[in-house]
């Protein structure tokens, strides 16, 4: 009988990060160059250099792809300031700024919309890429969930509608714009549950 290392004991081909790494960059680049309809598994996957095979083993959809590929692109939510106002603004630019990266945006809005006619897509972005950053918003803002889920609703629908409307993230001015407009009416205490 032979040893098996823990070398030997792994299988063949690209670890699962280098894979999901390599996706996802396939995704967003897919995603910028054809158009978020047009960026199908398929293409994805032949970009990435893997078999559609191995997209659909990780990912049972596109949508699905999408969400993870997104949670990738945003990371943790840096809450960071001294105080509400400074916390709500970072966020807001940080939202910004991810949703203007390339390909993100895209994503995010295409994603989105086909999740209004796709009740099972829509439960996988409000679940998975939605709540995590709802429930650490909550925690450090100590809003109830009513609230900061409108502060969402607010900063990411104004952003991928311009998103949408320009095929161009917003520009700082307009963020800044953005900021004045949110935070007179959430940076005071929390509101009513």
Not at 147 to 157: A, C, E, H, S
Request: net charge negative; proline share 7%; charged share 20%.
């Amino acid at each position: 009988m032979t040893s098996t290392t823990s070398a030997s004991a792994r299988p063949p081909g690209r670890p699962r990060a280098g894979v999901n790494a390599a996706v996802f960059a396939a995704t967003l680049s897919t995603v910028r160059e054809l158009g978020y309809a047009q960026a199908t598994v398929e293409r994805i996957a032949a970009a990435a250099g893997v078999a559609k095979s191995t997209v659909y083993r990780r990912w049972p959809s596109k949508g699905a792809l999408i969400v993870d590929c997104l949670l990738d692109a945003f990371g943790p939510a840096p809450l960071e300031g001294a105080n509400r106002a400074e916390l709500m603004s970072s966020t807001i630019r940080w939202v910004a700024a991810k949703i203007g990266e390339p390909g993100v945006g895209d994503a995010f809005a295409g994603v989105f919309s086909d999740a209004v006619s796709d009740p099972a897509l829509r439960e996988i972005l409000s679940t998975r890429l939605q709540d995590p950053y709802r429930i650490a918003l909550q925690e450090a803002l100590g809003e109830p969930e009513n609230r900061v889920l409108f502060f969402i609703d607010v900063v990411v629908g104004v952003l991928l509608h311009r998103m949408g409307m320009t095929g161009e993230p917003m520009v700082d001015a307009d963020v800044d714009a953005l900021v004045e407009m949110v935070l007179p009416h959430f940076a005071d205490a929390p509101g009513p549950a």
